[in-house]
């Protein structure tokens, strides 16, 4: 995989709520780029996330770039990662995944391990695959659960670079970059405040850098 054209970022923790609106922005965000959006989840939104305070409506057009696909099964996840180049000439520029870790949760503790990592090779293959096609960086962004093994196996294999963990600080939810030597002295933060049913937060425009 060509680091330089792949961007792949974990959100890990139990803020679900919180991480939903952040991936949510990021579809809004890219598609306003022009960029092509799939946004996979187990299961069909009830309603939409917690919207970001001061964010934009999107506009049509952007909205028209995004695919909302509902993955039930694990199996089904595999079947389009690997078939993904059959969806030429729609391959996406972007992709995001909610709550990864419901696919594997319900499994035995070894089959939660090899479940988990396969699903994040098929998805870093298969944004690999669309970073080549389109000939320019690609994203992939996954949300999950916050424990050993998303924030130190997947981690570390899979996004190494860019890992942001989430923990509730104040009535605040912080996600914090996961720093990539132990002797790095400062990780970049962003805080969430819920205010009239909307997120307040710094800036979710670095999780994009």
Known sequence: MD??????TLLCGPSAAYSQSILFESAIYWSEFGYRVVYIQKSQMKSLPIPLDGAKPPSV??????????????EDLVKYTCSIHETSPNVPHVIL???LNNYYRNE???????????????LCDAISYCSKVHNSTSYLTVSTQDTTLETHQLSAMYFPSTTWISS???????FCKKKLYLHQQQSC?????????????????VLYM
Do not use: G, Y
Request: glycine share 0%; aromatic share 4%.
């Open 3 to 8: 680091s330089s054209k792949v961007k792949c």
């Open 61 to 74: 057009h952007a909205l028209n770039r995004i695919t909302f696909l509902t993955l039930s099964q694990w």
């Open 97 to 99: 995944v909610s709550d």
């Open 108 to 122: 035995d503790s070894d089959q939660t391990t090899r479940l988990a990592h396969m699903l994040c090779a098929c």
């Open 168 to 174: 509730v600080v104040d009535d605040q939810v912080v």
């Open 189 to 205: 933060k962003i805080k969430f405040t819920k205010v009239n049913n909307k997120l307040r937060c710094d800036s979710v425009e």
